[in-house]
């Protein structure tokens, strides 16, 4: 590898191509960035869904929205030659210093660099087992599989000499942010101050979904138990499924009603958070909210659970697991939960966190 001289280095590219909780866990490495380059202008290209966390991300001068075809899991984006040509010459135009790819254990850093390389930045840092010729100007070797994703993405950087400035999880609210999330609150009764529990049934696929109707009984007996509210959050395509369990009493809804800055108000007002391995836990770890997480066998504990947040992770040994997969085969046995579980570990950790804020 090449020194490189970053006190020369003026406009940076960091590339995460990902969904809204890999985003959350770069805010460790861009304020590593940040602070070791307090000048530079730092550009975030994400996904449609990752590049909606950029306004809680300081440490980001400009966002770059860009759906790209090797990320493209669904397998529905058309042939367009032109469409590459177009995301070429958009990046070229910007004349970057250096690109920084960040990625998951299982992606590839190289079609992005190949773009970043035919942009003409000159300078392409990645991570990856495989060797790919001079496609990355500096190849860093990936750590192994199962390190915390946050880790991984500090080590790229670690690699080409910078110190990491912590490994929490980070995002930052505005004034306005937060008046927009308490007013949607307000709007369903729930006043400044008043204890509330956020349920947040999502997840990106399927396979990391706890069951809905035991999601419903979880939302019926919380209520009952600890006679506070429950706030029921997700996308607004998400609101058909979640029907169950907004049916259920002293539960109210803020499906399909939150921008991801609101959602993150919501979330920091909250007293406990339950959902699945999805983006509301990630933003719940980075406010230390406590965290119920109904972690699926897809993938390991150690990639991706909250390190810096009082939680519990519920989930079943499986043989099939980590199987990484979108959909189950079998019958999710690595969710087979019981509300009954649930509900027993959050009123205790909703306990020994109000005993902790007192």
């Known amino acids: 590898m090449l020194p490189i001289e970053w ?12 969904n809204i909780g890999d985003v959350v866990m770069l805010s460790p490495a861009l304020r590593t960035l940040r602070s070791h380059l307090p000048n530079a202008s730092i550009t975030l290209m994400a996904s449609p869904a990752g590049s909606q966390v950029a306004p809680l991300l300081p440490w980001v001068d400009r966002a770059i929205v860009q759906r790209v075809v090797w990320q493209d899991a669904s397998w529905v984006m058309p042939l367009d030659p032109a469409r590459e040509e177009s995301l070429i010459a ?52 990936s750590l192994p599989d199962d390190f915390h994703q946050v880790d991984r993405n500090l080590f790229l950087l670690e690699s080409v000499g910078f110190k990491a400035e912590g490994r929490h999880l980070e995002l930052s609210l505005t004034e306005e942010m937060q008046r927009d999330g308490d007013r ?17 049934p999502g997840a990106s696929c399927a396979a990391r979904r706890y069951d809905i109707e035991r999601f419903a009984t979880v939302a019926s007996m919380l209520a009952a138990e600890t006679k506070l509210k429950v706030v ?16 259920q009493k002293n539960v109210v809804s803020l499906v399909g009603k939150t921008s991801i800055p609101e959602l993150a108000a919501i979330v ?17 770890e980075a406010f230390s909210k406590p965290i119920i997480v109904l972690y699926s066998g897809t993938e390991l504990e150690s990639q991706w ?21 979108f959909q189950c085969p079998y019958q999710m046995e690595c969710l087979d939960i019981s509300p009954d579980e649930v509900v ?8 020994e966190s109000l005993l902790i804020n007192c």
Not at 122 to 137: A, H, M, N, T, Y
Not at 268 to 284: D, Y
Not at 305 to 325: D, F, H
Request: charged content about 20%.
């Open 7 to 18: 006190q020369n280095v003026q406009r940076i590219l960091v590339v995460r191509l990902d």
């Open 184 to 200: 949607l609150l307000f709007n369903v009764g729930i006043a400044p101050n008043q204890p509330f529990i956020i349920l947040a």
């Open 90 to 141: 958009k990046i070229k135009a910007e004349i970057f210093d250096v690109a920084l790819i960040f990625t998951s254990f299982s992606q590839s850093p190289y079609p992005p660099a190949y773009i970043c390389y035919l942009a003409g930045i000159p300078l392409r840092i990645g991570q990856s087992k495989e060797f790919g010729g001079s496609v990355l100007s500096q190849w860093v070797k």
């Open 305 to 325: 659970q909250p390190r810096n947040a009082p939680k519990k992770l519920l989930r079943r040994s499986t043989e099939c697991s980590p199987c990484y997969g």
């Open 232 to 247: 029921v959050v997700g996308s607004d395509r998400e609101t058909e499924l979640f029907k169950p369990i907004l049916n």
């Open 344 to 351: 027993r570990e959050a009123v205790k950790l909703l306990e």
């Open 268 to 284: 920091k007002r909250s007293s406990l958070v339950i959902a699945n391995n999805s983006g509301t836990m990630h933003i719940a």
